[in-house]
């Protein structure tokens, strides 16, 4: 075996190890090794693949990595319609839907059932085996609050995924569904030259709670659900993004397939997990419709036990060869219904409207509640989001309120049971300076959030903190949430300059740590000083300024003094850069709380300055370059993507934003993403950061 054929067999064995373990943790619950261990595994692939880029795979475990951002979403074309349900609050309706089942397999006399105008359904087939009607089987499962989507894979590996659109064109997503953990990239067993399921994406109430979190922190718009949250998380143009939101997904259709066939439903969903694809949780095989009305009911009890939101449950006749038979209307199956569950309210006394202080300095109401026990949980708060949502309902301290729990994880205030009211209620003001450090609070005009501009406010300060010394910012290693509190506790930060004033015997002394620990820590805050300045921008924390928009703003002010002296018209200028965030960059800059601050990080040595890069200069004509058409994906390290474009065009190259057959290079950086995985399927030759830096030489 040649030392090539041993790398690629070294790299086949980890990705299958890989793939064992992700199946046990993510599909069986029952992981084998550590997550340690697993990452370690992960470093293992991760390295070899980047020394062997060749021997990359589209089914690789290393691709679920969001690449870069896409242009936009192409179109896909259903091969099988994805249709919608009908569905009903009322257990008659379903009764209904099992006497127009019979009728319509024979059951039940003459007709179809289905109304008049209505198409009748295809004619019962003399090959179909007759059913006795007492014996005629649903599968009943949980119908999953979330996003419908389907998942083909050709030859057992997944080549695309997509909305549902309209039922017979959706969006492709197939960048964001490959970060998804339960979406198999490659199944197991035997080959299946075309597959295609169809499940629905959601996102977990402990994830959808962390993300509305920090929407609030950064003085955002809450998700209203979950199910709109992981709607809003596969339409992001970043799978980078998408990755973070920690979405799952469960299986449980048909869409086409060729080379394997199923005899009922049940037997699909029985053999998803041998396939390593993931079914939900509670389906069962119900004889009779009495049965399937039972288990209804039973689920509905139990609705809370599971870790995502259901809102009813879903029937479908288990026979699948009977899916033909009964057909379809131009929207929903005829061979399957859902039965949706009544949203939990129930009325309490709202006692009181306080406001928390998020990390960017908005200010929250919550409602203090007289204690309710709703949906299995005691609710004694909820959120309020806003003033305008305060007025719009016209909520006041005293009143009896209605408060739901749906397809929410947070109970929200429905309305105001006015036939309650006494007329001793109050009406509830936002306050015009900061509840925890007395600084005046702004409410930008055609914004919602009422904020404090100060970043040292205390309220602020430990998620200031967090974020300032997270990865994406300064990355300063050992400044955790734990040490944070420490310091906070003891007093020695009251903002994020003050990290560079700690020394390494207090920090010693401090509850679980050492002199070695304590050590690490000041080195790393040491290295953190030479971040590039973009980082620099994006760790103070300004409203509206992710790390996109500091690498805009690092790339067209020279420093720190520069910036914070630019007009909202100057910064409006640069793209990307809307009058919100330019106004809240200006405001910024007005606060002598954050001047300080500033002055801090300059005294203690902070990189405050971009690194100085000389313009792109007249074109320089190349015959690698000329009539040539380049694309870039993945991070760059030695360059922004707008100066390796820049560089591209100077010497005579085109660059495109997609892969064709026309493409003559793509140019590889870090984390590359979907463009990569097509150059590889089209043959198109690749170029390492490393290789397109010597032939820019």
Not at 487 to 495: A, P, S
Not at 529 to 550: D, H, L, P, T, W
Request: charged share 30%.
């Amino acid at each position: 075996m040649s030392a090539k054929e041993e790398i690629a067999a070294r790299i086949e064995a980890l990705r299958r190890e890989l793939r064992h373990h992700n199946r046990m943790y993510y599909i069986e619950n029952s992981p084998e090794v550590s997550d340690a261990e697993y990452d370690a595994m992960m470093r293992r692939l991760l390295e070899l693949e980047k020394a062997h880029p060749e021997l990359i795979t589209p089914d690789s475990p290393s691709r679920r990595v969001g690449g870069e951002p896409l242009e936009a979403f192409a179109s896909v074309e259903h091969a099988v319609p994805m249709l919608s349900l009908d569905n009903t609050y009322s257990k008659k309706e379903v009764l209904a839907f099992d006497t127009r089942i019979k009728r319509a397999l024979g059951f039940g006399g003459e007709g179809s059932g289905y109304g008049a105008g209505a198409p009748s359904p295809t004619p019962k087939p003399d090959t179909l085996s007759p059913i006795p009607e007492q014996e005629m089987k649903y599968v009943v499962e949980p119908k999953v609050d979330g996003v419908a989507v389907s998942l083909r894979y050709e030859n057992n590996v997944f080549v695309q995924g997509a909305t549902r659109g309209n039922g017979l064109v959706g969006d492709d997503i197939t960048a964001n569904l490959r970060t998804i953990r339960t979406v198999p990239l490659r199944l197991e067993g035997n080959t299946i030259p075309v597959l295609e399921v169809r499940g629905e994406v959601y996102m977990p109430r402990h994830a959808f709670q962390k993300l509305n979190e920090e929407k609030e922190a950064v003085g955002e718009e809450p998700f209203a659900n979950p199910r709109n949250a992981a709607a809003g998380s596969l339409k992001l143009l970043d799978p980078r993004t998408s990755a973070k939101r920690k979405l799952d997904i469960v299986v449980h259709s048909l869409g086409q397939m060729e080379g394997v066939s199923f005899n009922t439903h049940f037997e699909f969903l029985e053999k998803l997990k041998k396939r390593g694809l993931k079914a939900n949780q509670g389906y069962k095989l119900c004889k009779g419709i009495e049965d399937v009305m039972r288990y209804c009911d039973a689920w509905e009890e139990k609705r809370d036990t599971l870790p995502y939101e259901i809102d009813g449950m879903v029937i479908k006749v288990n026979r699948l060869e009977l899916h033909d038979v009964l057909g379809a209307t131009s929207k929903s199956p005829r061979w399957a219904f859902a039965y949706k569950f009544k949203a939990r309210q129930a009325s309490t006394v709202l006692k009181d409207i306080v406001v928390q202080v998020g990390r960017t300095g908005v200010l929250t109401p919550v409602a203090l509640l007289e204690p309710l026990r709703l949906g299995g949980t005691v609710i004694s708060r909820a959120t309020l989001h806003n003033a305008d949502e305060i007025k719009r309902k016209d909520i006041r301290i005293g009143d009896t309120v209605l408060v739901e729990k749906g397809g929410e994880v947070i109970p929200k205030v429905v309305k105001v049971v006015l036939t309650k009211r006494t007329g001793k209620e109050k009406v509830f003001a936002m306050p015009d300076r900061c509840p925890v450090c007395s600084s005046e609070v702004v409410k930008v005009e055609g914004e919602v959030a009422v904020r404090c501009g100060n970043i040292a406010c205390p309220s602020q300060l430990k998620n200031r903190l967090k974020h300032f010394a997270s990865r994406g910012a300064m990355d300063i290693e050992g400044l955790g949430e734990v040490l944070i509190e420490q310091l906070l506790q003891d007093g020695l930060v009251k903002d994020v300059g003050d990290v560079y004033n700690l020394d390494e015997d207090t920090v010693a002394r401090l509850e679980r740590m050492a002199q070695k620990s304590a050590q690490n820590l000041m080195q790393a805050i040491e290295k953190s000083k030479k971040r590039n300045f973009s980082r620099v921008i994006f760790g103070v924390g300004m409203s509206y300024v992710g790390s996109k928009a500091a690498d805009l703003l690092s790339e067209h002010f020279r420093t720190m003094e520069d910036l914070s002296l630019a007009s909202t018209e100057e910064l409006e200028t640069i793209p990307e850069i809307g009058p919100g965030t330019a106004e809240s960059i200006v405001r910024f800059f007005k606060k002598e709380e954050n001047d300080r601050v500033i002055e801090k990080l300059r005294a203690a040595g902070v990189n405050m300055a971009s690194a100085a890069t000389p313009g792109p200069g007249p074109p320089t004509p190349d015959p690698r370059f000329q009539a040539k058409t380049f694309v870039l994906t993945g991070a760059l390290k030695t360059m922004t993507r707008h100066q390796a474009e820049e560089e591209i065009k100077r010497r005579g190259g085109e660059v495109s934003s997609s892969v064709s057959p026309k493409t003559d290079y793509v140019v590889v950086g870090e984390n590359p993403g979907s463009k990569y995985d097509r150059a590889l399927s089209l043959k198109v030759k690749t170029l390492p950061e490393q290789e397109f830096l010597k032939i820019l030489r």
